[in-house]
């Protein structure tokens, strides 16, 4: 449900990444089907490979995600990650800390502590506070969530991998963050839109190792 023109209004003419942005003209940011889904996804992701945060979401989905009759399974619900253990997660080939994470962000949601459903209706600084109260969860898995759970409009994962390689078309230099956070400033307030035009232009190419 993501509008784009009045981003692609505003900036088509960027003098840096205009005409990328033309090239995709009409592209939208997909949504997970819940928030949980992409906060799970960006915990699964911290620090590993693209490829690396895939394997081990198909082993979570494939162990514990629900069997439809058609034979897929979908993403497991929060409720039924907060009831494995750290070892069952282990079992699946997540590291401790990723385990005690994901297990840690399932139980907060399970417990009201973490209100996933109402963190749109909030402001971005309230919902930022509230995820980042969880164990584990940084400024990249907050804004990584926003981006893909919530579609807010103006998130910025300025420490992600692949942002950096796709900026480094630019700037000529592989930009670190306090760059990255440089270089997409004046797309606020749509750097979400920003962000994933640039992710989008390195599909099909091989990414750098951590997200």
Not at 187 to 204: E, I, Q
């Amino acid at each position: 449900d993501s509008d784009a023109s009045g981003f692609e209004r505003q900036f088509a003419a960027d003098p840096q990444l205009g005409e990328l942005f033309q090239k995709q003209k009409g592209l939208r940011i997909p949504l997970t089907p819940h928030p949980w889904e992409a906060l799970a996804w960006a915990i699964m992701g911290q620090q590993i490979s693209v490829k690396a945060a895939v394997a081990l979401r198909r082993e979570l989905i494939t162990a514990v995600g629900l069997l439809h009759k058609s034979g897929l399974r979908a993403h497991p619900t929060a409720e039924a990650v907060a009831s494995l253990t750290v070892e069952a997660l282990r079992g699946l080939k997540f590291s401790r800390s990723k385990a005690e994470y994901l297990i840690a962000a399932a139980q907060a949601i399970v417990s009201g502590e973490l209100p996933l459903d109402t963190l749109r209706d909030l402001s971005a600084r309230h919902s930022a506070r509230l995820l980042g109260s969880v164990r584990g969860v940084g400024p990249w898995t907050i804004q990584y969530a926003f981006l893909r759970g919530f579609g807010f409009a103006d998130c910025l994962p300025a420490g992600d991998a692949g942002l950096a390689q796709g900026l480094s078309r630019v700037s000529g230099e592989r930009p670190d963050e306090s760059k990255v956070r440089e270089l997409m400033s004046r797309f606020a307030p749509y750097r979400s839109f920003a962000t994933y035009h640039v992710w989008a232009s390195l599909n099909g190419e091989a990414k750098d190792d951590a997200v």
